[in-house]
């Protein structure tokens, strides 16, 4: 064998995994909660890579009905009844999936959106927001990753750094950013450059730096605003979908959105996407105004994934376990931080939650979660990792329907461990 890093970039196979402590890793196999790395070493893992593993890994029931459907053939280049039910589960499930289209993974679905929204309002630019992630397109490759806090300027015309070479001159033209949770920001914005603007993204939960929810009526007010000025609402619940909720964060907030895509959770781990919307909108994509298209889209093994999920969520209903546990998680570790003089902020729903060394006692936005000590933050989830606890690097941390009560006492008694030691 050659090894990893001499045909594989770097050794992986998506740039989040390089960041794996103590490097890119190999693992052998996952079950339930646990994850095994080539060492033989079992983790308890909180990362349910980076979200699908809302049931935990190799559940039964996905596995059963992945091999049963892949059993009559893997992919039609045509249709097949369950795509239906899916799609019939879905529109019954997600207040504004009055109809779909699946594809793949969420940074396609993202790209589906802006068209539907661009052919629709006939205008081009969309409104995002910084620190929020929609994928590694070259039109969203941007405001993720920033030298620091100071160097995005102003609130009103904040900068913006691009998160990799080989972009397109121009690009950064086709969007608009702004800090979140700030409505009169949004408000003025659009005053000003409404009749450019064709959609505003926003993840419900912002969870990509940090977890931080929408602040009191603030996704009503972007509801409002869009409804007002011709603008599609866009939400990206491809971290959100199914975790807050089976009608994701639009049910749990009671707003509903135009156009939205899910990916992550509503298939236990296997590639399938959806962008999903009121008809108004995507029936564009119904009479090909709209194009989308995709080979491996709604194969029989990814949609019996997506309903076998379903299935578990419906049956089972660990929502509240799932809240509940999280909660608990957050409460356990800022107690141990606390003891151990190393203040921890711990925030989120539950469900999902990102831990932060800052002085701060909740943060509103991206420019907050820059101030947080990144460098304690990294010897915090090494040292966990010593311990046997697998968190995402940038302190995110999931939670499925398998972890236990038992699993939570785990992860906080090896953070007291941890915290000792950075
Ligand atoms: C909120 C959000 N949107 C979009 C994406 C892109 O999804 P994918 O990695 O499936 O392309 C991600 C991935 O982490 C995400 O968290």
């Known amino acids: 064998m050659k090894g990893p890093k001499k045909v594989l970039a770097s050794g992986v196979s998506s740039e989040f995994r390089k960041y794996n402590h103590p490097h890119a890793l190999f693992y052998t196999h996952g079950r339930g909660s646990l994850i095994y790395d080539v060492d033989g070493n079992e983790y308890l893992d909180f990362t349910l890579s980076q979200g699908p593993l809302i049931l935990g890994h190799s559940h039964p029931e996905v596995l059963r009905a992945v091999e049963e459907y892949s059993r009559a053939g893997q992919l039609f280049a045509g249709q ?37 929204a661009r052919a629709r309002t006939g205008k081009s630019k969309f409104l995002r927001f ?33 998160w ?40 419900p939960v912002m969870c990509n730096n940090g977890c931080i929810e929408p602040g009191p009526g603030f996704l009503q007010g972007l509801r409002d605003i869009c409804s007002r000025n011709n603008i599609a609402l866009i939400f990206d619940e491809v971290i959100t979908g199914f975790r807050l909720s089976l009608g994701g964060a639009q049910e749990y907030f009671g707003v509903t959105p135009d156009l939205s895509v899910f990916a992550k959770a509503i298939a236990s781990g296997y590639a399938i996407s959806a962008i999903v919307g009121k008809y108004e909108w995507m029936r564009l994509i119904e009479q090909a105004k709209v194009i989308h ?35 608990k998680l957050m409460a356990g570790l800022r107690k141990a931080a606390a003891e151990s003089g190393h203040p921890m902020l711990a925030e989120g729903p539950g469900p999902m939650f990102a831990t932060s060394f800052t002085t701060l006692e909740k943060t509103s936005d991206y420019r907050d979660t820059l101030t947080a000590d990144k460098a304690k933050l990294g010897r915090f989830i090494a040292a966990m990792h010593e311990e046997g606890v697998r968190v995402i690097g940038r302190g995110l941390w999931y939670i499925s329907a398998v972890h236990t009560d038992e699993d939570i006492e785990t992860a906080i008694a090896a953070a007291g461990k941890a915290l000792k030691q950075i």
């Open 80 to 116: 097949h009844i369950r795509e239906v039910e899916l799609a019939e589960k879905l529109n019954l499930l997600i207040p504004s999936a009055e109809m779909m289209r699946f594809c793949l993974d969420g940074s396609e679905a993202v790209q589906t959106a802006f068209r539907v």
């Open 293 to 327: 298209a995709g080979t491996m889209n709604a194969g029989n093994p990814t949609v019996a994934a997506a309903l076998a999920t379903i299935s578990v969520l419906e049956n089972d209903r660990p929502h509240e376990r799932m809240f509940r546990l999280g909660r």
């Open 130 to 162: 910084e620190g929020h992630y929609h994928g590694w397109m070259d039109n969203v490759c941007w405001g993720v990753s920033t030298p620091s806090a100071e160097a995005l300027g102003s609130r009103e015309q904040p900068n913006v750094f691009p």
């Open 164 to 203: 990799t070479e080989g972009l397109p001159e121009g690009v950064e033209h086709e969007f608009i950013i702004l800090p979140w949770n700030d409505l009169a920001l949004v408000e003025r914005t659009v005053a000003r450059r409404g009749h450019e603007i064709a959609a505003v993204i926003t993840e």
